[in-house]
């Protein structure tokens, strides 16, 4: 029960999280991701590049890739790769927690604007790719290589729910069932990314509407963003069905049982898939105020799973794991 977050640990017993049927990291692990989840698949999660290639070729919506770097050379060339671009976004191929992806959403002359405000040279942006490529930001700190995407423009539906970063929706998928979701909200604290550790913010969303049942931030419930006031039980993902049959495609297209799908809505493009994660953390029990044992149970108990179209499943997901009846 190790990386339970601190909220439940602190105000609740081991035998209400029990009868909550909250998961913990060891029950994750074993039971989980070590049984449905096989090794020598891992790569295609956790290499953004090889992700993005396996989704093409299954027809998946994913962000346009502008190019790679592999070596300090193409670094130093990095403005032949970018070419006039005056928005995009680079990030680690083998990076985690949103470490390491810097967001460019303007430039004048040979300055460059983050989504912040603050302004860099090429100078700073070489060497943050070569830091990307050093494994300063990958898993294990391993040497790594840059990928550089056309930058996401989120609907404008979520306007005032995010600060100065692109909010996503995670999806945790069981055997292409859509088991709980939730939005994850970029704040000051978090420095634009969506990353709870962070100090983004997590709102849970109710599987059958897609609408806010609880946010949280470290933990803790909130109402509203702390630094744009907004009210967060009134968000409501648009597109909601498109959003959990997408999450629902990526169990086929991966291969892996059990999985964290990344979803950002493009006001262009639509839900998009950002990434895969074959270790999904365990905060979106709280986020959801619920557990995740008893979904992942009545779906393992289900006998003809297997044959499920996407339909299907996720027809299921929203029939018995959702909040709102209406």
């Known amino acids: 029960m190790a990386l339970l977050s601190s909220w439940l640990t602190r105000y609740t017993s081991?035998?209400?999280?029990?009868?909550?049927?909250?998961?913990?990291?060891?029950?994750?692990?074993v039971n989980y991701i070590g049984r449905y989840n096989k090794r020598k698949l891992y790569p295609l999660v956790d290499n953004k590049l090889l992700t993005k290639k396996i989704a093409l070729q299954h027809h998946v919506n994913v962000p346009n890739l502008v190019g790679a770097v592999h070596n300090q050379v193409e670094a130093q060339n990095i403005v032949s790769i970018i070419g006039d671009r005056t928005e995009f976004c680079i990030k680690p191929a083998q990076g985690s927690g949103g470490k390491g992806i810097l967001v460019i959403t303007g430039r004048k002359d040979k300055h460059f604007i983050k989504a912040s405000g603050?302004?860099?040279?090429?100078?700073?942006?070489?060497?943050?790719?070569?830091?990307?490529?050093a494994g300063?930001?990958?898993?294990?700190?391993?040497?790594?290589?840059?990928?550089?995407?056309?930058l996401i423009h989120f609907d404008p539906c979520f306007e005032g729910y995010s600060y100065e970063g692109v909010p996503d929706t995670r999806v945790i998928v069981f055997q292409g069932f859509p088991v709980m979701c939730?939005?994850?909200?970029?704040?000051?604290?978090?420095?634009?990314?969506?990353?709870?550790?962070?100090?983004?913010?997590?709102?849970?969303?109710?599987?059958?509407?897609?609408r806010a049942v609880r946010a949280v931030q470290h933990n803790d419930p909130i109402e509203f963003h702390p630094d744009t006031n907004k009210d967060l039980y009134k968000l409501q993902v648009p597109h909601w069905d498109e959003v959990l049959h997408l999450a629902s495609s990526c169990y086929e297209m991966s291969g892996l049982g059990y999985i964290g799908t990344d979803i950002v809505l493009d006001k262009f493009r639509g839900p998009m898939l950002l990434e895969l994660n074959a270790r999904p953390g365990m905060a979106i029990q709280t986020a959801n105020n619920a557990g995740l044992l008893p979904r992942l149970r009545l779906i393992e108990a289900l006998p003809r799973r297997a044959s499920m179209s996407v339909e299907a499943k996720v027809a299921f997901a929203k029939k018995h794991f959702g909040v709102y009846n209406t």
Do not use: C, W, Y
Not at 182 to 191: E, F, G, P
Not at 200 to 210: C, E, N, P, Q, W
């Open 14 to 29: 081991p035998f209400l999280l029990m009868k909550m049927g909250i998961m913990g990291m060891n029950q994750r692990n």
């Open 118 to 133: 603050q302004v860099i040279n090429i100078h700073d942006l070489r060497r943050h790719v070569s830091n990307i490529l």
């Open 136 to 150: 300063l930001f990958s898993l294990g700190g391993k040497p790594d290589f840059a990928l550089i995407e056309d």
């Open 182 to 210: 939730m939005m994850r909200l970029s704040t000051a604290a978090s420095d634009g990314k969506a990353n709870l550790h962070q100090g983004a913010v997590g709102v849970g969303i109710d599987l059958r509407t897609g």
